[in-house]
């Protein structure tokens, strides 16, 4: 019985952070995406105001952020044939084949860690996250 549940509670929390991390806050694929800036010099940010985050681990081109790592922070995925925003933006293809933005060959990223726009609570965690600029 108990094993029973603690495997419930291993899927319910599973689950939820499933839900968190596809919560309306991080945009899929289904649609494209604008990117703007948060502020005159501030960092980058999607449509919705959430910031957007570069990882020192990725290298130009190349995401290296996957499975749990991109459970806290989502990659900010574009549609498609999206069109770049400006200049200095591109998308890379993740391994799944999906498309992420990237500024001046960086991926971006979303952090879970942030609950509304314009907070910026991911820069500089672990030393190797920071906002997009």
């Known amino acids: 019985m108990k094993l029973i549940a603690a495997f419930s509670l291993v899927v319910i929390v599973a689950g939820c952070e499933q839900a968190y991390a596809q919560s309306s806050y991080y945009p899929s694929n289904s649609a494209?995406?604008?990117?703007?800036?948060?502020?005159?010099?501030?960092?980058?940010?999607?449509?919705?105001?959430?910031?957007?985050?570069?990882?020192?681990?990725?290298?130009?081109?190349?995401?290296?952020?996957?499975?749990?790592?991109?459970?806290?922070?989502?990659p900010y995925l574009a549609a498609s044939g999206a069109a770049a925003p400006g200049a200095g933006f591109t998308t890379v293809q993740r391994k799944d084949g999906t498309q992420?933005?990237?500024?001046?060959?960086?991926?971006?990223?979303?952090?879970?860690?942030?609950s509304a726009p314009g907070e910026t609570t991911g820069d500089g965690v672990g030393g190797v996250w920071h906002t997009a600029h």
């Open 32 to 74: 494209a995406e604008v990117i703007t800036l948060a502020a005159a010099h501030g960092p980058l940010a999607a449509a919705n105001g959430m910031t957007l985050y570069t990882f020192d681990n990725d290298s130009a081109g190349t995401s290296n952020c996957y499975d749990s790592c991109a459970t806290s922070w989502p």
């Open 100 to 114: 992420q933005w990237a500024k001046d060959g960086a991926p971006l990223y979303f952090w879970v860690g942030d």
